[in-house]
């Protein structure tokens, strides 16, 4: 597992998406299903936009989101735009089993920096296991963004 940290200026995305109030581990399962309303049309790697976590039981309020041009063909997707947005930004490489080390070491960051964060965060997930091979998930690479506050 390796973390590379950045303060980044992230682009709009036009995305399909899906929202989610359930146990983070099962959030992957509906991920066919905006898929499926876009035809397989992305334009872009697939995220998982947060809102909300608690901790303890590994609930989370979130949205499952697909980047298209298409427009959703199916109830409960909807299509929404993220504007730009200036972020901090880390690449972790490595299974998704060692996130929770790398969001150890970002919060440990975020704490000693005091940098402002705010919700929406994204995990874009740049390479994972595929529909039939997983591969290796040693090679696995998941972007994750934090928008930060604007200064008021």
């Not at 390796?2 to 929202?19: D, G, P, Y």
């Amino acid at each position: 597992m390796n973390c590379k940290i950045e303060i980044k200026n992230i682009e709009s995305v036009t995305v399909a998406t899906m929202r989610y109030n359930g146990p983070m581990t099962e959030a992957t399962k509906y991920f066919p299903n905006v898929f499926k309303a876009i035809k397989g049309k992305s334009n872009g790697a697939p995220f998982f936009c947060y809102y909300d976590v608690d901790q303890k039981t590994g609930v989370a309020e979130m949205e499952l989101c697909v980047p298209t041009a298409e427009t959703p063909n199916r109830m409960g997707i909807t299509t929404k735009e993220f504007p730009k947005t200036k972020a901090l930004f880390f690449t972790h490489t490595g299974s998704y089993s060692n996130l929770p080390k790398t969001y150890e070491m970002i919060f440990k960051y975020i704490h000693e920096n005091n940098i402002k964060i705010q919700t929406p965060w994204r995990e874009v997930f740049i390479k994972g296991p595929g529909m039939l091979i997983k591969g290796n998930p040693d090679n696995y690479i998941t972007e994750i963004i934090f928008p930060l506050k604007e200064e008021e």
